[in-house]
């Protein structure tokens, strides 16, 4: 079913204004073409333009692009998930108050993953509770952990589980541990699973944190972030192929 055309532009406008304000609009189109698993050649098509257009903003060798090119692929990329049955036009009506800037990448998958192949995806190394990896998954949210705790409310943070609290939350650019250990500790929902990434140890508040709340407390050992998000995205693209095959 699809969504209310209000709720649609509320995203559209949302995503818009993440693009036109960002300091870097090459890599912020980089990301919404990736949230939305959109290819090139598939958005310059809707947007009756050639990909090498697309290609040059998303490197930069154009300069930044306009409102109106930024609304024509914003437009162009809710067409493109509607025709796919609106999977992410969905996950993001039920987050719409989170600031976009703190969403990186959003997965659902279509089979339950268990905690622990999801912590072996991001070379992670189990912090707290071990023994509940073995937890099934049933999504993931990557945020950016400093636009999520600066730019978001308590009521905001309820919302970035999406359609299901059986979900991993990884938090990117963490300095300490703490901040997110904190936030889920004063949320009345809680994920199945937390994997922190940008640093080598949590402190001993955010463990313990973890340990209260019964979370299965994962650092993911990956160089950068975008290796993070790779590695979760063909997990992701292998259990869908798994899926169809069954």
């Known amino acids: ?66 409102t109106r090119f930024v609304r024509r692929f914003v437009e162009a990329l809710i067409e493109i998930d509607e025709e796919n049955g609106g999977r992410l036009l969905r996950e993001l009506s039920h987050i719409s108050g989170v600031p ?22 991001v070379r992670g190394e189990i912090v707290a509770c071990p023994e509940l990896l073995s937890r099934e998954i049933y999504g993931i949210t990557v945020l950016d952990s400093i636009n999520a705790i600066l730019g978001m409310s308590g009521s905001d943070f309820t919302q970035i589980f999406g359609t299901t609290t059986e979900r991993a939350l990884v938090f990117t650019q963490v300095s300490r541990g703490r901040s997110p250990m904190v936030a889920i500790r004063v949320s009345p929902l809680k994920p199945r699973m937390v994997i922190m990434h940008g640093i080598l140890k949590v402190d001993n508040l955010g463990k313990r944190l973890a340990e209260i709340e019964q979370i299965p407390l994962v650092i993911s050992m990956m160089d950068n972030t975008e290796d993070v998000i790779g590695a979760l995205r063909r997990l992701h693209e292998s259990v869908s192929r798994k899926r169809r095959t069954q």
């Not at 209310?4 to 090459?26: F, M």
């Not at 089979?111 to 622990?116: I, M, Q, R, S, Y």
């Open 1 to 66: 079913m699809s969504l209310p055309r209000a709720v649609k532009e509320t995203i559209a406008g949302k995503i818009a204004g993440e693009i036109i304000l960002s300091n870097e609009p090459s890599v912020t189109l980089r990301k919404w073409r990736g949230l939305f698993q959109a290819s090139q050649v598939k958005l310059a098509e809707k947007m009756k333009i050639s990909p090498s257009v697309i290609s040059d903003y998303e490197s930069g060798r154009r300069a930044s692009p306009g």
């Open 100 to 121: 976009m800037s703190a969403i990186i990448d959003l997965r659902e998958f279509s089979v339950p993953v268990l905690g622990n192949e999801i912590a072996k995806a």
